[in-house]
């Protein structure tokens, strides 16, 4: 097995996970699992999303977030935006980071945008042209590239179109994200395979749903196929409220307790990170799709 030594994992809970829950979050226990997560070594940590707080009223304290943390040095602090108006309250609010996405799946961006993804792409020419003058960073993300629940299988060519249209309009981060969680471990390692040959100069990140229990096998064959960062969220929060049956994302503490079992380095603390996926569980007030939460860690069964 070709594997890395050590991978980068971007934990996305306090935005892909809340986003999802019945029950809205205080700031300060936002704040509170925004620290903690930096103690346990986290260096990249999507904090919100700057969307209408009618549409996502979990996520309309994100601004207030960003201006209390305090910025270290090592660690990107991210948000999600969708237009020109989430870039302008980056900018107020002194976030450095924010990401954009648009789905591979045409009639679901037709259906909602009115647009095709590559029209959606190039409309956010200008938005990057404002993070530059203003110091921030953009990424962008591709939904559903590995399976759709309205077209079924994805073709390549669409997903490099995307890929295109994000490098025309300066962005050269980019996410492939398995919204519909119908991703398939040979599918992810020739989708993936294919992406770092055609397009090297791309930072390229794996964001996995657990829908179909796929999550693991999946970053496993993208790691084969040369993937090094990885999103999940603490507990295994999260969905997708558009994708019938979705789950959350892959769990971060199931994560980084596989790389440790296998000598993969992550920087993270899992004990502090299990820690602090109990005190997300207390807090949203439900069990949570972690095995680790369940079970614990392998080294904790071997008796000394």
Known sequence: MH?????????????????????????????????????AGFKVIEIGS???????????????LFSLLHQI??????????????IERAINCKCRKVKLNVSASRRHNLANLNRTPEESVA???????????????????????????????????????????YLEVGITEISLSDASGMAV??????????????????????HFHNTRGMAMANILAAMQAGITRFDSSFGGLG?????????????????????????????????????LARKVRHMVGHDTDSYILKAGRSKDLIRK
């Open 185 to 206: 471990p040979n599918k992810v390692y020739s989708v993936c395979s294919s992406m770092k040959e055609s397009y090297p100069q791309v930072k390229w990140w794996l």
């Open 3 to 39: 594997l890395p030594s050590k991978v980068t994992i971007c934990e996305v809970g306090l935005r892909d996970g809340l986003q999802n829950e019945a029950r809205i979050l205080q700031t300060s226990e936002k704040l509170e699992l925004a620290n903690g997560l930096i103690a």
């Open 239 to 275: 969905g997708c409220p558009f994708v019938p049956g979705a789950t959350g994302n892959v769990s971060s503490e199931d994560l980084v307790h596989m790389m440790d079992e296998m000598g993969i380095r992550t920087g993270i603390d899992i004990v502090r990170l299990i820690e």
């Open 123 to 165: 409309g956010f020419g200008e938005i990057v042209s404002l993070a530059v003058q203003h110091g921030i960073e953009v990424s962008g993300s591709i939904s559903m590239p590995f399976g759709s629940p309205w077209e079924g299988n994805i073709p390549l060519e669409s997903v490099q179109a995307i890929v295109e249209a």
């Open 50 to 64: 700057f969307m209408s707080p009618k549409a996502v009223p979990q996520m309309a304290d994100t601004d207030k």
């Open 73 to 86: 040095d090592g660690v990107e602090l991210r948000a999600l935006i969708a237009n020109k108006k989430g």
